[in-house]
């Protein structure tokens, strides 16, 4: 365990010193357990009632009131496989000139363990205008079903999310979905050497040209167009053969200016291919510009983005906000670092955005 300097403030210390038990507990995404339970012990050490499903945990503030809106802290236990150029162990945590080194330390080790405090700062307060839901979660790295996803409908109503990422603590009032759509353009197969034969790597080419140029009527304020991009393709068994189908896949970055269905339907009248979406889950999300959370943030004057990376917000139906301490650009690379004072920032603003919000 780790020697943290007695001046930091104690919630910073304690934090730490979590985080530092975390990223010694390898917790590769669907092997979470070993870290859940290192997150379980920590909480019920503090007084805090418990509850686990898979390897899921979360708690409820203490005077949890059903006639209360309720407010969700969620952020994930797993992480991604370290990258192969790391220097430094990924299992060790070490701090070396203000920075927490250890796989997970940034993404999302630091932002759950601020959470962690923040909750903890909060969860006997008796008069508090709302309910707290504390949730560590799994497989967000994977989007797996059995992370939040699995674990909403048994948390009941929520009102507000607070999802925990590194954000650098600006905070992202939306974010981009996902579509992953399988094509298919389909022609007629003939000899290369005669012409005969409809190529369906032609067709495929016109079909994608098409989606190259089409632009969706709408467009966020924060996120922009919708992004569409061809990443694989495959079509052809030989050389001389006119190939008689070609694949392609497509991926989009939707935004909160449509669902994830009406993006699909549009794109379904607009070009001639058969495809078929892999899934509708990852929705786009956003928060009004106006909801006490966002009011709350201007006034501490927390910059207002909108994020191109997906997190467990895709999959809440209800208004959410990300933010948190650390930088999405250090998040699964070598050496992967969180600075402690990011910690300490990130625990004192999240207690500033909830101390007395009305929702």
């Known amino acids: 365990m780790l020697e943290i300097d007695a001046s930091y403030h104690r919630y910073t210390r304690e934090a730490v010193a979590l985080l530092a038990a975390m990223i010694e507990t390898q917790s590769f995404s669907r092997e979470e357990e070993n870290v859940a339970r290192v997150v379980r012990i920590f909480l019920e050490e503090k007084g805090v009632e418990v509850q686990q499903q898979g390897n899921n945990i ?40 203000g920075k927490l080194h250890g796989l997970g330390s940034n993404d999302a080790g630091g932002p759950l363990v601020s959470l962690i405090l923040t909750f903890l700062n909060f969860h006997a307060q008796e008069n508090l205008p709302y ?7 799994a ?52 000899h290369a050497a ?12 016109t079909e994608i040209e098409k989606l190259k140029n089409y632009q969706f009527e709408k467009e966020s304020d924060y996120l922009g167009p919708i992004k569409k991009t061809v990443t694989l393709i495959e079509a052809g068994t030989q050389h001389n053969v006119v190939p008689d189908s070609c694949k392609f896949v497509l991926d989009v970055r939707t935004t909160d200016a449509y669902s994830n269905q009406e993006v699909v339907e549009i794109l379904a009248r607009e070009i001639d291919v058969e495809f078929k979406p892999r899934s509708l889950r ?27 990376t997906m997190s467990d917000q895709a999959l809440m139906p209800f208004d959410s906000i990300k933010i948190g301490p650390g930088d999405s650009a250090r998040s699964h690379t070598a050496d992967e670092f969180i600075y402690v004072d990011e910690i300490e920032k990130g625990i004192q603003l999240y207690i500033q955005l909830l101390d007395g919000l009305e929702i």
């Not at 989007?143 to 009941?156: E, F, H, K, Q, T």
């Not at 999310?161 to 996902?178: F, N, Q, S, W, Y």
């Open 58 to 97: 979360w708690a409820l503030s203490k005077y949890f009131s059903d006639e209360k809106p309720t407010i969700l802290l969620n952020s994930h236990i797993d992480t991604v496989k370290p990258a192969k150029t790391y220097t430094l162990d990924p299992f060790k945590a070490q701090i070396i000139d």
């Open 131 to 137: 309910n707290l839901i504390l949730a560590a979660t």
């Open 139 to 190: 497989e967000e790295e994977v989007s797996g079903a059995n992370g939040v996803a699995s674990l909403l409908p048994v948390l009941g109503k929520i009102d507000l999310a607070i999802v925990g990422e590194p954000t650098l603590m600006d905070m992202a009032i939306a974010e981009k979905g996902l579509i992953v759509i399988d094509c298919e353009a389909k022609g007629l197969s003939g």
């Open 194 to 205: 005669r012409d005969e034969g409809v190529n369906a790597i032609y067709k495929a080419l």
């Open 282 to 308: 990852l929705n786009s999300s956003g928060i009004s510009n106006t909801h006490p959370i966002v009011l709350r943030g201007d006034h501490l004057g927390m910059k207002k983005y909108g994020s191109p």
